[in-house]
């Protein structure tokens, strides 16, 4: 939904202007470009939280020095099928993709491959990296730990104690669209409160916790410090159960990789968010499972949608198909910036002298 204080362009001037700026705070022409398409297409795929909202935050971690343009991964082990990587405080949209071509490479030549990425700057959509695997006939499972500021509290808890924590999980499926699961471990992603906050919206209950530890629908409690200096916080999906995602996420993300965890009071000055990733891609075909795999899969995914739909349900979707449909509508209707957000974008333009016109 847009309204009147929206602004409305395109994808691919989107696009051009976003690199325009990316280039001017230092990247290389590819560089800029990698990025600010891997930006447009989260808004293309209805993510405005990990979309070109992200820019202003990627040029102060750039002048921090916590964010270093032009960074490729470096090799830290290297036994074929399982790949360490140092992301060096890369874009996470240039490291991430380097990293998931070399897992890929590596799957299709061992059959699986088991790759960590330790200390990348903000990876951004990590469905971007399962549509990368899939799109290669792969399955690819991905978690995720966020070092930025800890936003989530843990169940029982009553501050935020570590990040959104992402998981995904991509599944090719034979003669139709993959199944991607993406999702952050919180109830909805931080950058989905900046969003409402921006636009003056009340969030869901069940969501927030205050900065007394108080249930809330106030998006600003965890988007700036409040009367006390503290923030709140967000829940995790799922009660305990998404906790525990969360905490594997951590665990595996952050302690496997070998880029951290978080455990220490929030800086609330940093600007970086640094990413940890562990991913496990699988063959199919290296299995030997893949004619069964994909009767099996066709034969599951026809039965969940011929079955009955809900009142006030169109159809029985499959994860993916959302950001897919999302995609052809905004290719077509342009993508709706929210005031604020095109505010943010135009300073931070300016910052490097870059001056967009309103
Ligand atoms: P979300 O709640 O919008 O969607 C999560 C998943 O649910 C998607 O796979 C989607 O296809 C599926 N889905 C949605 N509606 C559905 C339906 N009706 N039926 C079936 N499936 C459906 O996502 P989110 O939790 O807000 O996360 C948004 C993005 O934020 C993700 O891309 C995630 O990777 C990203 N993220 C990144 C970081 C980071 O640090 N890099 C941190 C947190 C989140």
Same mark, same amino acid.
């Given at each position: 939904?847009? !309204?009147?204080?929206?602004?409305?362009?395109?994808?691919?001037?989107?696009?051009?202007?976003?690199?325009?700026?990316?280039?001017?705070?230092?990247?290389?022409?590819?560089?800029?470009?990698?990025?600010?398409?891997?930006?447009? &297409?989260?808004? &293309?795929?209805?993510?405005?939280?990990?979309?070109?909202?992200?820019?202003? #935050?990627?040029?102060?971690?750039v #002048?921090?020095?916590? /964010?270093?343009?032009?960074?490729?991964?470096?090799?830290? &082990?290297?036994?074929?099928?399982m790949?360490?990587?140092?992301?060096?405080?890369?874009?996470?949209?240039?490291?991430?993709?380097?990293?998931?071509?070399?897992?890929?490479?590596?799957?299709?030549?061992?059959?699986?491959?088991?790759?960590? /990425?330790?200390?990348?700057?903000?990876?951004?959509?990590?469905?971007?990296?399962?549509?990368?695997?899939?799109?290669?006939?792969? +399955?690819s499972?991905?978690?995720?730990?966020? /070092?930025?500021?800890?936003?989530?509290?843990?169940?029982?808890?009553?501050?935020?104690?570590?990040?959104?924590? =992402?998981?995904?999980?991509?599944?090719? @499926?034979?003669?139709?669209?993959?199944?991607?699961? !993406?999702?952050?471990?919180?109830?909805?992603?931080?950058?989905?409160?900046?969003?409402?906050?921006?636009?003056?919206?009340?969030?869901?209950?069940?969501?927030?916790?205050?900065?007394?530890?108080? =249930?809330?629908?106030?998006?600003? $409690?965890?988007?700036?410090?409040?009367?006390?200096?503290?923030?709140?916080? @967000?829940?995790?999906?799922?009660?305990?159960?998404?906790?525990?995602?969360?905490?594997a996420c951590?665990?595996?993300?952050?302690?496997?990789?070998?880029g951290?965890?978080?455990?220490h009071?929030?800086?609330?000055?940093a600007?970086?968010?640094?990413?940890?990733?562990?991913?496990?891609?699988?063959?199919?075909?290296?299995?030997?499972?893949?004619? #069964?795999?994909?009767?099996?899969?066709?034969?599951? $995914?026809?039965? &969940?949608?011929?079955?009955? $739909?809900?009142?006030?349900?169109?159809s029985? @979707?499959?994860?993916?198909? =959302?950001?897919?449909?999302?995609?052809?509508?905004?290719?077509?209707?342009?993508?709706?910036?929210?005031?604020?957000?095109?505010?943010?974008? +135009?300073?931070?333009?300016?910052?490097?002298?870059?001056?967009?016109?309103?």
């Amino acid at each position: 939904m847009t !309204d009147a204080t929206d602004k409305v362009l395109q994808h691919g001037a989107l696009q051009d202007m976003v690199a325009r700026i990316l280039a001017a705070a230092g990247s290389s022409t590819d560089e800029a470009q990698q990025v600010a398409a891997n930006l447009v &297409l989260a808004n &293309l795929s209805g993510h405005d939280s990990h979309g070109v909202g992200m820019l202003p #935050r990627y040029l102060d971690a750039v #002048r921090e020095s916590g /964010l270093v343009p032009n960074t490729r991964t470096r090799t830290t &082990l290297d036994i074929g099928s399982m790949l360490a990587l140092d992301g060096q405080r890369g874009y996470g949209q240039v490291v991430g993709a380097e990293a998931m071509a070399m897992g890929i490479e590596r799957a299709k030549k061992h059959g699986s491959c088991i790759m960590t /990425l330790g200390n990348a700057h903000h990876l951004g959509r990590i469905g971007h990296f399962a549509e990368m695997a899939v799109a290669q006939g792969l +399955v690819s499972l991905h978690f995720v730990n966020v /070092l930025s500021r800890p936003i989530v509290a843990p169940w029982g808890g009553a501050d935020g104690r570590f990040g959104t924590n =992402p998981c995904c999980i991509g599944i090719p @499926l034979a003669g139709r669209a993959p199944f991607v699961l !993406d999702f952050a471990t919180s109830r909805v992603a931080q950058g989905k409160m900046r969003v409402a906050f921006n636009k003056g919206e009340q969030v869901a209950p069940g969501t927030l916790i205050d900065e007394f530890g108080k =249930p809330t629908t106030n998006p600003g $409690v965890v988007v700036e410090p409040q009367s006390n200096g503290l923030l709140g916080a @967000l829940l995790t999906f799922g009660e305990y159960k998404g906790y525990g995602m969360a905490v594997a996420c951590e665990l595996l993300g952050g302690a496997l990789s070998g880029g951290g965890t978080w455990h220490h009071p929030p800086d609330t000055s940093a600007r970086a968010v640094v990413n940890g990733m562990l991913t496990i891609l699988i063959d199919p075909a290296h299995l030997g499972t893949q004619e #069964r795999f994909e009767q099996e899969a066709a034969a599951f $995914v026809n039965w &969940l949608q011929d079955g009955p $739909v809900a009142p006030g349900t169109a159809s029985v @979707l499959l994860a993916g198909d =959302p950001e897919r449909a999302a995609r052809v509508k905004r290719a077509q209707q342009g993508i709706a910036i929210d005031g604020q957000t095109w505010t943010e974008l +135009v300073a931070a333009g300016a910052t490097v002298g870059v001056h967009l016109a309103d």
